[in-house]
């Protein structure tokens, strides 16, 4: 089992810029794929970004690529999303989850196994 707890959202104004956070505990950090899905009301989750085991992989939504950056800290168990140039459309609940290493698909919410419970991000226009 991994737990997973976010932390860093809120409510901020278009153009400004928050840090979310995830700190796992449980099994080897270093052995999962981190992930960020939201999902605003009334729709579906979708994918937000990704960061391999290592570190050397990550992958963005079109929508946030260039504005959010997805990093990790093994030696913290902590996985970070800085996003900037915030916008209204960005409102949502953030969740991290982690995925097995083994697996490939970084954007695909079925492969990843444990989820944390989210944290609420309002961008005011």
């Known amino acids: 089992q991994v737990q997973l707890v976010e932390s860093g959202g809120g409510l901020v104004q278009a153009g400004d810029s928050l840090r979310l956070s995830c700190v796992a505990s449980?099994?080897?950090?270093?052995?999962?794929?981190l992930g960020w899905f939201r999902q605003a009301p009334g729709k579906e989750r979708e994918f937000v970004a990704a960061?391999?085991?290592?570190?050397?992989?990550?992958v963005y939504a079109d929508s946030v690529k260039g504005r959010f950056t997805i990093s990790r800290d093994n030696a913290k168990n902590t996985v970070y999303l800085q996003m900037n140039s915030l916008k209204p459309e960005d409102t949502a609940v953030y969740y991290c989850?982690?995925?097995?290493?083994?697996?490939?698909?970084?954007?695909?919410?079925?492969?990843?196994?444990?989820w944390g419970q989210g944290t609420q991000v309002t961008v005011s226009s």
């Open positions: 960061i391999s085991w290592s570190g050397a992989l990550t």
């Open positions: 449980g099994r080897t950090f270093s052995n999962y794929h």
């Open positions: 989850a982690a995925s097995p290493r083994y697996r490939v698909g970084l954007s695909i919410a079925g492969e990843y196994d444990y």
